[in-house]
C-alpha cells in the first residue's frame, strides 16, 4: 500500500505535536506543583480544591479577627486594672477620712488628694485606642464615656454618655464575642465621691456629722460595687482570651488539615511526573527519528 508524501507529513508532524504538548503539559505541571493545570483534567477534585480553599479563607478571617480582638481585649484590661487601682486608692482615703477621730484640717487634705484620683478616673473611663475610637462607649465610640459639666449641681456633673450595646465579632462559625467593654457605672460613681469630697473639703467639716458621714458612706458603698463590677469584668475578658485561645488553636489544626488534604488532592507527585517526562521525551526523540530516516527514502535508491 501507498501512502502519499502529504499524509505522512501530515501524520508525522501530528504525532510530534501530541507528543511535544504532552511534554510541556508534564513540565508546567512540574514546574508549578500542581496535579491539575486545568479544571476539567479531575472536575471532582477541582470543587473539592475550591471547597478547601473557601474554607481556608474563611479560617483566615476568623483567626485575623481573634488576632485583633484579644489585642482589643487586652488593651481594655489594662484600662481596667488602672480604673481598680484609682478606686482602691481613694476607697483607702475614704475609709481613713471616715475615722471620726480625725480634724477639719486633715479630712481637707485627704479631700484635695480625691481630686487627681477622680480626674484619673474620667480620663482612664474615656481612653481611646490608636485609631482615636473611645474604648468604653459601647458602639457610639465617637462619643466620650463619660461626660463632665461644671456647671451642674454637685453629685450631677458626670454622666455616662455612651451605650452598653456590644461591637460584636464573628471568630468562628456562628459564634461571635463582643469587644468592648462599656463602663456605666463609672460616671453614678464619680458622682458620689464628687459629693464625698465637696462635703470633706467643707471649712470645718465635722466627719461625725450624720450627712457628711452619710456622703462617705454613699461613696464607700459605691466603690465597693464599682470595684466588684469592674473586677468581673476583667474576669470576664481573662475568660474571652482564654475561649478566644483555644479557637484560635482550634483553626489553626483545621488550617493544617486543610492543607495536608489540598496537598493530598492537587499536589503533583513528581516520580510519576518525570517517569511520563522520560516517556513523553523518548516517543518525540524516536518519532523525530523515524521521520529523519523516512524522509531520506528514496524509489530511485532501490530501483
Not at 2 to 18: C, D, E
Not at 73 to 102: H, K, P
Not at 179 to 207: H, K
Not at 245 to 274: F, K, M
Request: aromatic share 6%.
Amino acid at each position: 500500500m501507498r501512502i502519499a508524501s502529504t499524509q505522512f507529513h501530515a501524520t508525522m508532524n501530528t504525532a510530534l505535536q501530541s507528543a511535544t504538548e504532552r511534554a510541556e503539559n508534564i513540565l508546567q505541571k512540574m514546574a508549578s506543583g500542581k496535579r491539575f493545570l486545568l479544571p476539567s483534567e479531575n472536575p471532582v477534585a477541582n470543587v473539592r480544591l475550591a471547597r478547601l480553599e473557601r474554607e481556608e479563607a474563611t479560617l483566615d478571617q476568623y483567626r485575623d479577627n481573634i488576632a485583633t480582638l484579644r489585642n482589643r481585649l487586652a488593651e481594655s484590661e489594662a484600662f481596667l486594672t488602672s480604673i481598680t487601682a484609682d478606686m482602691l486608692s481613694v476607697r483607702d482615703l475614704l475609709t481613713w477620712a471616715a475615722n471620726g477621730s480625725n480634724t477639719s484640717e486633715d479630712v481637707a487634705a485627704m479631700a484635695a488628694s480625691m481630686q487627681p484620683i477622680m480626674d484619673s478616673l474620667f480620663y482612664t473611663a474615656n481612653s481611646r485606642n490608636a485609631e482615636g475610637r473611645y474604648v468604653f462607649s459601647g458602639t457610639a465610640t465617637d462619643t466620650p464615656a463619660v461626660s463632665y459639666d461644671p456647671t451642674a449641681p454637685v453629685g450631677a456633673r458626670y454622666t455616662f454618655t455612651g451605650n452598653e450595646e456590644a461591637q460584636l465579632v464573628v471568630v468562628s462559625d456562628g459564634v461571635t464575642q463582643a469587644a468592648n467593654v462599656p463602663l456605666p457605672e463609672i460616671a453614678a460613681l464619680l458622682n458620689q465621691l464628687d459629693a464625698a469630697r465637696e462635703s470633706l473639703s467643707a471649712p470645718g467639716v465635722n466627719v461625725n456629722d450624720p450627712a457628711v458621714r452619710a456622703a462617705v458612706t454613699a461613696a464607700l458603698d459605691g466603690l465597693d460595687a464599682a470595684i466588684a463590677s469592674v473586677s468581673a469584668r476583667i474576669a470576664g475578658i481573662g475568660g474571652a482570651q482564654n475561649i478566644l485561645e483555644t479557637l484560635d488553636a482550634n483553626h489553626a489544626n483545621v488550617s493544617l488539615s486543610n492543607r495536608q488534604a489540598a496537598l493530598t488532592i492537587g499536589q503533583l507527585d513528581y516520580a510519576d511526573a518525570a517517569v511520563k517526562l522520560n516517556g513523553y521525551m523518548t516517543a518525540v526523540q524516536a518519532t523525530q527519528k523515524a521521520y529523519g530516516a523516512v524522509s531520506r527514502l528514496s524509489l530511485f535508491e532501490v530501483i
